[in-house]
């Protein structure tokens, strides 16, 4: 490619198409901004703007209140004693393996963990063992589980297990495992814990101390109201100087954490999460209603014959759904597999992914009942379109 | 703290102080959005909406053209083969350090290198070795000095260093060391060279291929006009087949990158990029005036009594300071060392650390002439200022 001018109108100010509907996409409702978040984002846009008044230690500074934000909002809101700032969950477990193991160790992951903890523990070279859970329709993972995986690596390799994570709830069923009994069975083994709260820190209540892990991961983007990439870190010393551990400061550099490279969200993305955050909390005080939401929800579209997996009844607003009755339809209409992601668009519908029918799943999450009627009645709609069509085309094979 | 209404009331939006402040902050100037990548903030500030038809891969999503951005535009751009999105300049050194190197290997950083370098290195459980630089007043790297490092590491470890890296320029003086003579003198020795180019990469012309270095990371934040944090990360295969080592893939999950955790700046951060990218582009054309700009600035500022220190004359926008008569003012004002960053305030002009006088950095990039000329006016009354007291002072010492 040549840079001319040609090419770089490619570039430059592009729309979102999606930006007015209604969404249920599970990676996104629950990083939709506040408008004190939006007003952030214009506000602190600029490159390093954060830094302004920066001595040396982001989380340390005062204006804007950094440091109130992040040695005393997060950790009171995540329930542990240390928390930081990073690019996102991701980021925020493969600090704590790479900071906390050593190229080899084994870490322990349910067999719902999202692909990012599996490439995390890639990157810090761990082998990784997994919990498994029980198939459809239920995907429940044993805590027990955790127990035998860590006897089996102990007797297999001669050393515990590093690390073992919980995802919390993972992230195709929405399913809240027993966080609380996995901890209580991992420190049988003296094994810390990480919860991966992706989906629920920001969303739903979670507390470190009260579930007893050690530590606690979760994603601005994806569930407090924040522009990313961001994630928290919290870390509970109730069972071991872990914090020493994953903020080791530089022998060089006194004041810069290792595991952190110095600094990592140093920008306008910080400042959404803190202008979201007073409603962030709000909004997990709400929790009951929102799971009241996706359980309305669920009830209505098994009404209509689709099937919801995972916990029953449901405890969180990511569900997954198989509609045996959907892909029946796409496996005679024109546009085959796609005709459900084109016509929820055509309904200012977005969030399920194009191109699936048989299973997928969305995510009530703030939607609120009025937008889940109207989805609701638009799934009636689009079986009725299909099933009218159905009956039109048969019609029309008698006439042939 | 208890998470009540009165403690949440100290976050929500917070007004950004320095804003319409002339900025000859190093960190900020080549940070400063542009229109479009202010709108696209706007546009997709929402967690993770560039998400929206991703099939699994962040680089390859067409819509919004990612794909083109990231493997046409983005190669061309820093002369490289393979170029990828990251979370900052940093985060992209430490993928490279990890990927290529084994825990306990060494690296060469120039004796001028950011901070960061050392504590990815430190991240990365690799040794240090410094090549040494000239002192007082031009903080000279010579080439031959990686060949001294390279020499000296393999006679104590047995071992080549697994990398070298320079600092292009380095962030204290500015200074463009000798990049080309230097990739050369570490290829002789088959260690591959990484150019630091978080305050080149977006400001002036530069091109892997023409200076002969392996990978150059750049920063989006620091100078590509861009809302962070996001950086970039080329790899040249001309010398090795890097980018399969530093993108490999997970053996599980065949799409993602283990060393990029699956994805990196998943969200507006790189809209901003995409959308700053023509004028980026057009800018480092520019780049001739700036430094025209920058050697007339650092003449008015000499003939005040300052001293440029670094390279004479400059290269570069950002330039390093000595100020004996600053520092002497603040040695009998009332407001002490904090005078200078004071004075300049109240003339609307923000970049200069508090609390500095006698020795600071400054950067003059797209400042332009005019507000250029009005800093150097306000040096001019601040001496003036300072020098009047300091006669009415020596008045009222004699009255008494």
């Known amino acids: 490619m040549t840079l001319d001018d040609a090419a770089l109108k490619n570039f430059g100010f592009i729309e979102r198409p999606t930006k007015n509907m209604i969404n249920i996409d599970p990676l996104q409702t629950g990083g939709i901004l506040t408008e004190d978040a939006r007003r952030a984002l214009v506000e602190w846009g600029d490159g390093y703007s954060i830094c302004d008044n920066c001595g040396g230690v982001l989380d340390l500074i005062k204006k804007p209140p950094v440091q109130e934000f992040v040695h005393e909002a997060l950790p009171e809101f995540l329930g542990v004693d240390q928390a930081r700032i990073t690019h996102g969950a991701r980021e925020s477990k493969f600090a704590v393996m790479h900071a906390i193991a050593q190229e080899g160790d084994t870490v322990i992951l349910d067999g719902l963990a999202h692909y990012s903890s599996v490439v995390a523990a890639q990157r810090a070279r761990l082998e990784i063992r ?10 429940y993972i044993d805590p027990e589980g955790y127990g035998t995986a860590i006897e089996e690596t102990i007797s297999e390799t001669g050393k515990a297990p590093a690390l073992a994570l919980l995802t919390y709830p993972d992230g195709n069923y929405g399913n809240l495992a027993d966080a609380k009994k996995i901890a209580s069975v991992c420190h049988e083994y003296d094994v810390p814990l990480l919860l991966n709260c992706a989906y629920s820190v920001g969303r739903m209540p979670v507390d470190a ?45 006194k004041n810069k954490e290792i595991e952190l490279l110095g600094c990592t969200a140093r920008s306008a993305t910080l400042m959404t999460m803190i202008a979201s955050f007073p409603e962030v909390v ?4 709400n929790w009951d209603n929102e799971v009241a939401d996706a359980r309305w929800f669920s009830e209505k579209l098994e009404a209509l014959g689709l099937i919801q997996l995972g916990q029953r009844p449901h405890n969180h607003d990511l569900m997954f759904f198989e509609a045996p009755n959907l892909y029946e339809i796409s496996t005679r209409v024109k546009k085959g597999r796609y005709f459900l992601y084109k016509e ?9 992914k194009a191109g699936l029918t048989k299973f997928f799943k969305l995510s009530t999450f ?13 799934f009636e709609q689009i079986f009725k379109k299909f099933e009218c069509w159905s009956f039109i085309s048969f019609l029309f094979s008698i006439d042939h």
Chains 1, 2 share one sequence.
């Open 130 to 139: 997994k919990v498994p859970h029980s198939e459809h329709p239920d995907y």
């Open 209 to 253: 101390k009260e579930l007893g892990v050690d530590f606690i991961v979760g994603s601005g983007h994806k569930s407090m109201a924040s522009c990313g990439p961001i994630g928290v870190l919290g870390v509970n010393d109730d069972n071991g100087d872990y914090s020493d551990i994953i903020f080791r400061k530089s022998p060089t550099n």
């Open 282 to 285: 709000k909004r997990t005080r």
């Open 344 to 352: 929820l668009k055509s309904r200012n519908i977005h969030g399920i």
């Open 366 to 378: 703030q939607v609120g009942r009025e937008n889940l009627s109207y989805i609701v009645y638009s």
